[in-house]
């Protein structure tokens, strides 16, 4: 009897279609569909270091499939299923992820900077840490998402499901009245109030905004003098309002009086 061939499984390019990874599927192996042979070849391709940036990997059946550390950058995943896969640390910046199932999957840490998630099921994934800078999440699933530390700016959440409480995870400012410290020119450092009628904000980093403050204590000086525009004095029970005040919570470096949370940080700006 003559041996069964194995069936070559190629992984190609989105942009060019040269092939980037071959992968001989066992002939005794027997009722695999399209998709779960093409993921089989994706873990081959890992597993050798291959380069599977720009890949076209659409409707690959991944789920759980350990894919921590893979450089997936631009890479063609829509539908692809990839439900309680390991991609910490993953990079899938600018990847076609569209309706892709990534439930349940693990994501943190991954670079998903630009990547199109329009339609994908989320809910349940970890994506603390996640870099999701200027991705698209329109219409995605984030139900139950984990995004604390996650990068959401310039991010499109329009019509994502869950997307209030996927960015309420990414604050770090409390309501009511907090205290706040601000760095001032000749390495004076002030202690602030930020009483809980002022307005608060932060982007995505440390660095906050508040619509005025009190002025507790005034560390190193009589007074503290405004690095930013050199002449905004900061006195020990007065209360200081910018020229103006900004709603635009996403820019980091909008009109507000500039502080941070814990004093260390203010120190070290």
Known sequence: MTAKKPEIIEIRSR?????????????????????EKLGRAVLAAVEARADLSCANLSCAYLSGADLSGANLSCAYLSGANLSCAYLSGANLSCANLSCA??????????????ANLS?????????????????????ADLSGANLSGADLSGANLSGAKGADYA????????????????KCNGGVTV??????????????????????????????AEVGISSHDGKTEYRVGETVRPDSWSDDWQTE??????????????ENY
Request: hydrophobic letters at 40%; one cysteine or more.
């Open 101 to 114: 199932y990534l439930s349940g999957a693990d994501l943190s840490g991954a670079d998903l900077s630009g």
């Open 253 to 266: 470096c909008a009109n507000g009086i500039h502080f941070f949370i814990t004093r260390l940080e203010a």
């Open 191 to 220: 202690k602030l109030r930020i009483p809980e009628g002022a307005k608060r904000s932060h982007a995505f980093g440390r660095k906050c905004r508040a619509e005025y403050v009190e002025v507790l204590e005034v560390i190193g």
């Open 119 to 139: 339609g994908a099921d989320l809910s349940g994934a970890d994506l603390s840490g996640a870099d999701l800078s200027c991705a698209n999440l329109s219409g």
């Open 15 to 35: 942009y060019t279609d040269a092939v980037l990874f071959k992968w001989e599927c066992d002939p005794e192996v027997t009722g695999l569909t399209v998709g």
């Open 167 to 182: 960015i309420a995870q990414t604050r770090i400012l409390p309501e009511g009245s907090l205290i706040g410290w601000k």
